[in-house]
């Protein structure tokens, strides 16, 4: 290539010469010097060129032949590994026809296995007249005989030795703590008198038509009985905790002398708010006679809020504060941390204190409860399980039991008739207040005679209101029993109120 390009380059450079030559001469030769060295030059630079192209395509087919031949020794590899995996196939199916045959002949011995064992039952049934079960029920019963026999005389000894010590341990502990433990009992009564300093207060209660005494009784839910007593009047209601606001809140009015509904109204806000004082100081005082610390506040507040509960007309603070001495008196007799034991046994009743809000056993309650707020679990078990719903599992939790037991047991502790009231009057609260919109207070009064029931003026109309009424009366006819009839009142109130500056 490089000889065809430099024999092109000279014959033009001689036609251009012979073409100068024959125009002019002189000048011709000059310009056919400077023609055959620029022809030179262009003439180098070709072959140079034409070198260079001819190593670049040298490169390219030792790289095309370099990839062919990386090419050819993958596929002898892929072919390699391919005819490994045919013939590991092939092996596999022999050793899977194998073992189908292997299977199929294990069955076949275990049937036969089967048949002959089954041909030895019936022989050994044959001759010995029983079958299996009979001889295996003969056999067991035997030996059962045969062990208790012989552990009826051991067993009859350690029983009558253990409940002889543990009777006369028990009667001992049980005296002692009765004996160091020496409570006042009295029963409460769901009425509250309030002594006046004049008979005209009287007229003042009322009020004008008796728009103070209504206004009293639709604030604070409290009956208020005016009567001829001189100088008293009497709050009846079957919440110790609402009766006791109620009483601070006449006790304040009479005091101040203004008796109007509004006054009313922020009074009793006002010994709402004195209440649940006296509730926390009652739970920290109970603490503090007890040498129980760190409690949560939550669980201090509902203690105290006990004070004014009772359980068959037994004061139930006073019931766990005796019942958490008798547990502590107990548990050192029997060499267990008192502390542990008067914690559990002092918050076993904690769930009354939410009865009529939620659902379920109050010792259930009581539990949750005290799980919520960080108490052991061991005090936990003992709260739920002090009226055997959950089954006792530590010592903690049975002496919590005869705690309770002893306190409850005292002579004039307890009235039956009374809880049942009080029980009575919270269903009647219940039913007024469940699955029924729009309801903002319900009030059992009247010792359980009236129901009155406070409605949110923008959520129910009167239309509403007499339906509520009406469903309310229906379901207490078809769930409790009473004598005479239940006054079933709704109260829906409107108020404009408006400030002149």
Known sequence: MESVLLGAALLVTLVALVIVVLRRPKAARHEADELRAAAKVDAEEIRKGAQQAAAELDGKEQALRKVREDLERRET???????????EMRRLEEWSGRLAETKRELAERKQELGTVEEERRHVLERVAGLTAEEAKGELVAAIENQAKREAIPLTREIENAARAEGEKRARKIVTLAIQRVASEQTTESVVSVLHLPGDEMKGRIIGREGRNIRAFETTTGVNLIIDDTPEA???????????EVG????????LDGRIHPQRIEEIYERSKSDVEQLCVRAGEDA?????ITEMHPELIALLGQLRYRTSYGQNVLKHLIESAHLAGVMASELRLPAEQAKRCTLLHDIGKALTHEVEGSHALIGAEIARRYGEHEDVVHAIEAHHNEVEVRTVEAVLTQAADAISGSRPGARRESLEAYVKRLERLE???RDRHEGVEKVFAMQAGREIRVMVKPDAVDDIQAQVIARDIAKQVEDELTYPGQIRVTVVRESRATEFAR
């Open 233 to 243: 009047v009497l709050l009846s209601c079957f919440d110790p905790v609402r009766r």
């Open 287 to 291: 603490l503090v006679e007890l040498g």
């Open 247 to 254: 009483r601070l809140t006449l006790e304040k009015l009479v």
């Open 430 to 432: 219940e039913i007024a």
């Open 77 to 87: 590899r892929l072919a390699e590994r391919e005819a490994r995996l045919d013939g």
